[in-house]
């Protein structure tokens, strides 16, 4: 969940993104001024781009043929490390958005969620449709001024948009992305509550709580910045101090705080003897009688459901994460399981308590 005290306005935004090399302050976005007598912006070009005017034009304008245009107009202009480009030429993209002079901070979000590795997925999955993906991603390098050759980008990464590009109903969409084929296991499996019916745990997802959900959290206050991540998990919602198991027998690695991603709370993470490596977050205990190396099977309680980390109280789960040979992979074939050999039902499990 997101934070109040998490937001800083646009003031704060600029002066936190000088800390980033990569990505232009809120001052050197691009501005409409005279040169040769009509509106031009004034744009930094890093050295390889200096005589590369075929590449220029195609980024500013959409066509490699005003190439030879735009170099007449900058005749007069003797400081090579900029170059003007007259608005009669630019993307139509780039005209909207110097136009509206209205921008959002996407920031790179993290805790068992993240999955944006570069300005495609950015473009892609977090960027409404008003524009084909060549404008997003022109529009993205032009105004971050970020490298092409070096677009690469890391958790906490911060990334201006245009305000026009935000997509507030993100959540509510099926993600465009479809992820690795999940692999092939034995099918011996139980949900991690151990309840007889998954259809339980199905009917209460939402698309938010699903893996490879699209996030973006924040205000639509403006001059706020949104955490937008991928939902490397899948949210199981339940109360407080339902008993959490293994879905399958194995080696327990860890339980307690998270004290990389302070965001997950308390956190349990083990092996599975199909080599999977789970992690259940936000839990309200642990069972301290684990420890590296301890053996689990499927009758063990591994820890309670809880609302540590970033969760809203009001809202508890469990977030099941699993990956597979270093690699994130889709928990619900393994987790949205029918537990056979069950002990107690839902109800009795949770009455007990
Ligand atoms: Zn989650």
């Known amino acids: 969940m997101f934070r109040r005290r998490d937001f800083i306005n646009l003031v704060g935004v600029s002066a936190v993104l000088l800390g980033f090399s990569r990505l232009a302050s809120a001052l050197t976005k691009p501005k409409f001024e005279i040169f040769n007598e009509e509106p031009a912006i004034k744009v930094k070009v890093r050295r390889w781009e200096r005589e590369n005017y075929t590449y220029i034009s195609e980024l500013y304008t959409e066509n490699k043929n005003n190439a030879n245009e735009i170099k007449a107009f900058n005749e007069k202009n003797l400081n090579k490390k900029f170059l003007f480009l007259p608005k009669r030429l630019l993307r139509k993209v780039l005209n909207n958005t110097i136009e509206e ?80 084929i999940v692999p092939k296991l034995s099918d011996n499996f139980q949900n991690p509550l151990k309840i007889k019916s998954a259809d339980s745990i199905i009917k209460n997802l939402k698309r938010r709580y699903v893996y490879g959900a699209r996030r973006l959290r924040g205000d639509d206050e403006e001059g706020k910045f949104f955490i937008i991540s991928r939902h490397l998990g899948i949210d199981i919602p339940m109360p407080v101090g339902f008993a959490l198991y293994p879905i399958q027998d194995g080696k327990f690695i860890y339980g307690g705080k998270d004290n990389d991603k302070p965001g997950n709370g308390i956190r349990v993470t083990y092996k599975t003897k199909d080599g999977l490596i789970v992690t259940y977050l936000h839990l309200s205990w642990v069972n301290n009688k684990l420890s590296l190396g301890s053996e689990i099977n499927k009758n063990t309680i591994l820890g309670k459901v809880g609302t540590t980390g970033n969760v809203e109280k009001d809202d508890p789960h469990v977030h099941v994460q699993i990956t597979f040979n270093g690699k994130n992979v889709n928990p619900s074939p393994y987790i949205l399981v029918d537990t056979r050999d069950y002990v107690l039902d839902l109800d009795r499990q949770f009455f007990k308590r």
């Open 101 to 180: 002079d209205k921008y959002t901070i996407y920031k790179l979000g993290a805790q068992g969620e993240n999955g944006i590795n570069d300005l495609d997925d950015i473009a892609k999955d977090f960027m409404n449709d008003s524009y084909g993906l060549d404008d997003k991603l022109a529009v993205l390098l032009v105004i971050n001024d970020i490298d092409p050759k070096n677009k690469e980008l890391k958790e906490g990464d911060l990334v201006i948009v245009p305000r026009f590009f935000v997509d507030f109903n993100i959540e509510e969409k099926p993600s465009p992305y479809e992820f690795d």
